[in-house]
């Protein structure tokens, strides 16, 4: 019998695939097309680009394809069953990420209906950023990064120091948050020197978390632009004229509907900050305030808050219920309470059923290729031009289509790189000048006449309510093809 991780991993795995808008709610953002392209060209034998090879308007500039490691994994997926193989690899890796969600639960001592019930704002708040993107890697590296830490033994030796090496250089090939591996080593490094300096107790070698630390950090080098990759990554998270015009950096509105579960994955962790200090916790309490920081100001960061913040919180709270002087007929409630979720704990503890995740797995797949699944497994025609895109194939060789960020990488993927695009959701390499003109031409701010003259736009790709569409028509632009989602217009 699968225990309860095994079965909330497998629900994660089936609603990633079939329930809602079924796969193809893992490609509403485009930016998925240009990391399978990518990696396509680096399993044909390609080195790794250096310049942009997808653009007209920034062809030849240096870029990083800082996450290329996970751009291959895609890729791969790819070739394997098209888009559907990339809905299968990012809901596995969702789903396991569930599994060791959990685990790390019972490793600080967690409650197990305090964990089931916290398993419900936990999957609100991933599913807002439940993308076909790299980001999901970095969500299971972050959860075996907490748990490894809370499993670290008391004697550090040159072999695990190389482990986190290479942990550290697999994190920085697949996404650009590999700088989290050595400020979790580093926080839990300062936990233990504060339970030292604070209540005195005997040392926990607090250095073996410096080791892991430094061990890491060196390992996050080991990628093919070196410390150029750090740099670039500074200068672009530091960048606030950047970040402010980009929409998955900004704060979460807690006022749209049915977001009472990601407020209240956010206000459980906050509610917990004076017992991880009284439980002497002190490397949970910076884990937990960072973490709740970063998912206040800006909503990429709200599942980091979910899948390490909450775990933790669950073990403080425990702990605290276990020792909390209350009434005698309160008491004897939580006791009974607390007995009783040990026992049921006990039992899934007697579970494993490993042997059911193949199965699992191998039947999603399967039902994936069913003709009322399949189809879904594409990126959504009502968002995306999925039809213009024909029309858009024939137009002249050298034609410069204006279109924007959301159509870019769309058109990546579907023409492989080969037609150019004006603009799409690398918005580290296009820089803030770039994106302050392509607001101003997309809103059809004053001054758009002439950006469209300088860029040199032959036709334009824009969906149907872009107040630029009707101000290009009243110019002289003609139509050339529409549909529900999007005009073609030829200048």
């Known amino acids: ?182 400020c979790l080593c580093f926080l839990y490094a300062l936990g233990c020197g504060a339970r030292e300096w604070i209540w005195g107790e005997e040392p926990e070698q607090a250095s073996r978390f410096l080791w892991l630390a430094g061990a890491s950090a060196a390992g996050t080098l080991a990628n093919p632009y070196g410390w150029r990759l750090h740099q670039h990554v500074f200068e672009y998270l530091t960048n606030t004229g950047l970040l402010a015009r980009i929409g998955e950096f900004q704060s979460f509105n807690f006022h749209l509907e049915g977001a009472w579960q990601i407020l209240l994955t956010v206000m459980a962790p906050l509610a917990a900050l004076p017992l991880m200090l009284a439980r002497r916790r002190v490397d949970h309490f910076l884990l937990a305030c960072g973490v709740a920081a970063m998912a206040l100001r800006s909503a990429r960061a709200l599942p980091l808050a979910a899948l390490l913040v909450l775990p933790l919180a669950n073990g403080t709270i425990t702990e605290a219920l276990e020792h909390l002087d209350v009434r005698l007929r309160l008491r004897q409630w939580l006791d009974a309470f607390l007995s009783y979720s040990g026992r049921v704990r006990l039992l899934d503890r007697r579970c494993g059923g490993y042997a059911f995740a193949p199965l699992a797995f191998l039947l999603a797949v399967g039902l994936l290729r069913t003709p009322a699944f399949s189809r879904l497994a594409d990126f959504p025609p009502q968002e995306f031009p999925v039809a213009a895109a024909a029309a858009v194939e024939a137009l002249p060789e050298g034609a410069r289509l204006l279109a924007p960020d959301k159509y870019g990488g769309y058109l990546i993927y579907r023409f492989g790189g080969k037609r150019k695009v004006f603009f799409d959701g690398r918005s580290d390499f296009y820089g803030v000048a770039f994106m302050k003109d392509y607001i101003r031409l997309i809103e059809a701010r004053p001054g758009w006449p002439a950006l469209v003259e300088r860029f040199g736009f032959t036709h334009a790709l824009l969906p149907n309510n872009y107040s630029l569409l009707a101000a290009l028509e009243q110019a002289g632009w003609h139509g050339i093809y529409k549909d529900d989602t999007a005009t073609l217009l030829r200048k």
């Open 1 to 182: 019998m699968p225990d309860v991780s095994l079965l909330v991993a497998t629900m994660v795995l089936f609603y990633g695939l079939f329930f809602g808008d079924g796969a193809g709610k893992l490609f509403r953002d485009s930016d998925t097309g240009w990391h399978i392209r990518t990696g396509e060209s680096l399993l044909k034998g390609n080195p790794l680009p250096r310049t942009d090879p997808y653009s007209f308007t920034m062809a030849g500039k240096p870029w990083f394809a800082w996450e290329w490691g996970s751009d291959i994994l895609l890729g791969a997926a790819h070739r394997w069953d098209g888009l559907r193989g990339v809905a299968v690899l990012i809901s596995a890796a969702a789903a396991l990420s569930v599994w060791v969600w959990f685990h790390l639960h019972w490793k600080v001592g967690g409650n197990f209906f305090l964990a089931c019930a916290m398993a419900a704002p936990m999957l609100t708040t991933i599913s807002m950023h439940w993308l076909a993107r790299p980001h999901v890697f970095s969500w299971l590296l972050s959860l075996a990064a907490v748990l490894s830490l809370e499993h670290t033994p008391p004697r550090i030796g040159w072999r695990t120091g190389l482990a986190w090496f290479a942990a550290g250089a697999l994190w920085a090939n697949l996404h650009a948050s590999f700088f989290l591996l050595p």
